[in-house]
């Protein structure tokens, strides 16, 4: 089974409107961390935000801000005013406190239109 | 001051070769990674290093070798280089609870 799976390849949004992408994943180890990267055209990996699985609170940070629902393992990152320097790549990530690996999802490429 | 550095950033050779792509990190992290991105993007764990010694081999040629001098430096050699082998790696580092930090890749394309 798929430990990360994002089901969007490909997202559309207006600029200045916010949107969520989406990402699930599938664990049995009670602690484990969820991330999210970015990546540009230009190909650098950005970190943007972590959620750990024991955090009562939903991680933000400044525009970004993640939207964890442990009972459904979902991840969803949501970015508000959304701005043209935000297209690009956007990768989910998790990894189990059992483990050193970080499972990667496939991906959802962000398009914001003026 | 680059957190995790890795040369050379194009490389570009012909089939046969054997390439080397070296990686530093001064973040004082324990476990370092090699990653290959696709075409399609897709990030894929090639191996880890913990303090030095391997910790995750996952199903790659035998053509590729990774080596750690030390707990800073992971590089990463390729023999007999083949077309597949053209994609974007990336070493990467983490200590626990912390993040995974990537270096800005290296573009492979073999010819």
């Not at chain 1, 992408?21 to 970015?38: A, E, I, R, V």
């Not at chain 2, 370092?32 to 993007?41: E, F, G, I, V």
């Not at chain 2, 990463?76 to 580092?93: T, W």
């Amino acid at each position: 089974a798929q430990k990360i799976t994002q089901t969007q390849p490909g997202m559309f949004v207006q600029e200045k409107e916010a949107v969520t992408l989406d990402c699930t994943y599938d664990t049995s180890d009670p602690s484990y961390g969820l991330f999210w990267y970015k990546q540009p055209s230009s190909g650098e990996m950005i970190f943007l935000i972590y959620q750990g699985s024991y955090d009562q609170q939903n991680a933000t940070e400044g525009r970004y801000s993640l939207n964890f629902q442990k009972a459904r393992k979902s991840a969803n990152l949501v970015i508000s005013a959304s701005q043209l320097g935000d297209s690009a790549m956007y990768f989910c990530a998790m990894r189990e406190r059992a483990g050193n690996q970080f499972y990667f999802g496939t991906g959802t490429s962000l398009t914001v239109i003026p | 001051d680059t957190a995790v550095s890795q040369t050379p950033k194009y490389l570009v050779t012909q089939m046969g070769n054997d390439k080397s792509i070296k990686c530093e990190q001064n973040l004082g992290h324990d476990t370092m990674y090699w990653y290959k991105q696709d075409s399609k993007k897709f990030l894929k764990i090639m191996f880890s290093y913990n303090n030095k010694e391997l910790i995750i081999n996952e199903t790659v040629p035998n053509r590729f070798s990774p080596k750690s001098p030390d707990k800073a430096h992971l590089n990463l050699h390729i023999n007999s280089l083949e077309l597949g082998d053209s994609a974007v790696y990336f070493c990467a580092s983490s200590q626990l609870n912390s993040p995974l930090h990537f270096g800005n890749g290296t573009r492979l394309t073999v010819t």
